[in-house]
């Protein structure tokens, strides 16, 4: 037998690589092919990591010694591959977004049921250890009730970041623009922390890029079923790209979260763990960030694609979910598509949406 979890990745992009190096940084994870339509990115990929290649990621899915399938492929491409994979007894790590509806969403969830096999979507923020503590404070109540909850992702995209291919900005194969590309890790965390959405009013608009179809700015109004309100703000025309900020306001306390680092821990009755950690938090306060850059959409991953290969590997050993399930990635994108609705309509849409 085995004594690794042999993974494969389908998709031989820029996200690909990084679940490649991941593969490669986990104690026992073993990459063991690679497949993309187009021959020669599936061919530098395999020489680059001494592995197996396929143009058809059908005869990859034969291999007996894949436990995992590492989806990798444009948003709205994830179904069709998913599903297969599924049906010859795979379990499958999938690029956020899991799909760009809902409709093939639930079609994929329901085929990894029927097939008894283990669906993780990447949501990497999720692992960072500040969402990890931000997440704990919440559940403890120490903000108390929880009245205000928003995010800001003021990212930078080019022209030619667009241009490079004919899926980008797409609504067909990338499933909208700032929100839906680049926002959606944040919205994630977001509806993690504060729970689900009751309603979303929003406006949407291209303002800085030539040739797509889909958004580069978009506000939303947003109302929790806690009672909270916030905002979510998303752009991808914000030279040089900033920073993504998330802020959570209770009536004991705020948090505030600056990329992967708490800026602000404030509380009424703080303990003595608090004022701690509120003293090393302002002794870093000062340093600046590090230094990245933000228009480059795999230079801000920080690598920590890791511990989702950490999780998949968890799920398998002991039977159970991966953490972030697709039941758990469908959350976000009935968020975003809420609010592309809004936009549309010009009207306050309440989810779940019909």
């Not at 297969?84 to 007894?89: P, R, S």
């Amino acid at each position: 037998m085995q004594n690794y979890i042999g993974f494969g990745i389908i998709g031989c992009g820029a996200i690909g690589d990084i679940h490649a190096k991941s593969i490669n940084n986990t104690d026992g994870a073993k990459l063991i092919a690679v497949s993309d339509i187009d021959l020669e990115k599936a061919k530098k990929y395999s020489q680059k990591y001494n592995v197996k290649y396929y143009q058809d990621y059908k005869k990859l899915l034969e291999r007996k010694d894949i436990d995992v399938v590492n989806i990798c492929l444009p948003s709205g491409m994830h179904m069709q591959s998913c599903v297969d994979a599924a049906e010859v007894g795979k379990n499958i790590l999938c690029e956020k977004p899991l799909e760009v509806t809902l409709d093939k969403i639930d079609h994929i969830n329901e085929v990894v049921r029927k097939n008894n096999v283990k669906l993780g979507v990447v949501f990497q923020k999720r692992f960072q250890e500040s969402s990890r503590c931000i997440k704990k404070a919440l559940d403890d109540e120490k903000l108390g009730r929880v009245i205000s909850g928003s995010i800001y992702i003021k990212y930078y995209r080019s022209q030619e970041y667009y241009d490079s291919a004919n899926w980008r900005g797409t609504w067909e194969y990338d499933g909208g623009g700032c929100l839906m590309n680049q926002g959606i890790h944040d919205v994630d965390i977001l509806q993690w922390f504060l729970g689900p959405v009751k309603s979303v009013y929003a406006i949407t608009d291209t303002v800085a890029h030539k040739g797509i179809e889909v958004e580069d700015i978009a506000v939303a109004v947003i109302r929790f079923k806690n009672g909270a309100k916030g905002i979510i703000e998303a752009s991808t025309s914000c030279y040089p790209g900033f920073p993504s900020l998330l802020q959570i306001y209770g009536t004991l306390g705020t948090i505030i979260l600056r990329d992967d680092k708490i800026t602000d821990w404030k509380f009424i009755n703080p303990t003595k763990e608090d004022l701690d950690f509120s003293k090393q938090i302002l002794e870093q306060k000062n340093a600046e960030m590090e230094d990245i850059d933000r228009s480059n959409p795999i230079a801000v991953l920080k690598n920590i694609h890791k511990y989702q290969i950490e999780d998949m590997i968890r799920a398998i050993n002991n039977n159970v979910a991966p953490e972030i399930t697709g039941e758990e990635a469908r959350k976000s994108v009935e968020i975003i598509l809420a609010i592309y609705k809004s936009s549309r309509t010009g009207e306050e849409v309440t989810l779940p949406l019909s």
